[in-house]
């Protein structure tokens, strides 16, 4: 019998039953945040500084770069120009075998806001990114993390944040 309509694939339910195959005691907790922080822009984008963060981590082939090596967690900024050929993301768990991380600009979107900027869509971009590396922790991400990067943004005098997970 054909399919004649698309099923969706709970990604609740599939995070919940891939963490319990991984042998973890206790389900997934999402995140929950009742009193979330977005505000409205202060002025129009056209007028806007815009920077971006990511979760994919710098590229190192076991070089330590900014004093960090590959795989370390922990927030890092870098320059949008020259934009990275690759970052890394294999440590992260996501379908391979249906997708990739080789495209750069799909993910961390440089040269298109470089477009928006030179058209007048957005003010400027800021000279450079910042990366919060996926760590699976809660607590790190709302107590250390979170509070790195907005000092980072603020430093670049951004008054726009688009926030690129992978």
């Not at 005691?25 to 977005?38: I, K, L, S």
Request: proline share 8%; net charge negative.
């Amino acid at each position: 019998m054909p399919i004649t309509h698309r099923q969706f694939v709970s990604y609740i339910d599939r995070t919940r039953n891939y963490y319990e195959a991984q042998g973890y005691g206790r389900p997934y907790a999402w995140a929950r945040n009742t009193d979330v922080p977005f505000t409205r822009p202060e002025k129009p984008l056209s007028e806007s500084r815009v920077g971006l963060v990511t979760t994919a981590s710098l590229w190192r082939d076991q070089k330590v770069v900014s004093g960090v090596l590959r795989g370390d967690k922990q927030v890092y900024s870098a320059a949008v120009a020259p934009l990275p050929e690759r970052l890394f993301t294999d440590d992260l768990s996501w379908d391979k075998e249906s997708t990739h991380t080789d495209d750069v600009p799909s993910f961390l979107p440089v040269p298109q806001l470089e477009a928006c900027a030179a058209t007048g869509r957005i003010g400027s971009l800021a000279e450079r990114f910042h990366g919060v590396p996926t760590d699976y922790s809660q607590r790190q991400t709302i107590e250390v993390d979170a509070p790195e990067v907005v000092r980072r943004l603020h430093e670049d005098q951004v008054d726009v944040a688009l926030l690129v997970p992978l």
